[in-house]
């Protein structure tokens, strides 16, 4: 199963744990396929880096690097424009590139959508209530 996750997703399991911590662990482990795109990957370190200086006394779960190393590479040929937000675009164009069914977000402005093409948009509890049936 292929999908895309969206960075506040990889946040929340990389500072505060949960579910989102556990749909990483699955990708690194190869039970779930995660695909990224190099904007992506840019905007998951740029925010690690983000929180890590805004709260210093708040350790790392586990290294990025880990979760980054275990996902596909794409990189999309094509620029989609729906999302309120320009900045949660690149997480269709490389769901739509990589045929994911799923983007896994926590982002209203993508959770709105709820579809874009084959892909679903939904969130980590949506994730795991069809992952593990």
């Known amino acids: 199963m292929r999908v895309v996750i969206d960075t506040n997703v ?24 995660a695909v990224v795109s190099k904007e992506i990957v840019d905007e998951y370190n740029e925010l690690s880096l983000r929180m890590t200086s805004k ?3 708040k350790q790392k779960r586990f290294p990025l690097d880990d979760f ?27 769901a739509t590139e990589a045929k994911c069914l799923y983007v896994v977000s ?7 959508l709820k579809r874009f093409e084959d892909v679903e948009i939904i969130t980590v509890a949506q994730f795991f209530e069809r992952f593990e049936k």
């Open 68 to 94: 980054i190393s275990a996902c596909a590479v794409v990189h999309p040929s094509r620029k989609i424009t729906v999302c309120r937000d320009s900045d949660d675009n690149k997480f269709l164009e490389c």
């Open 55 to 57: 709260y210093p006394e």
């Open 10 to 33: 990889v946040v929340s399991a990389l500072f505060f744990g949960g579910k989102p911590e556990k749909l990483l662990q699955y990708a690194i482990r190869e039970n779930v396929n």
């Open 106 to 112: 926590g982002d209203k402005d993508l959770l709105d």
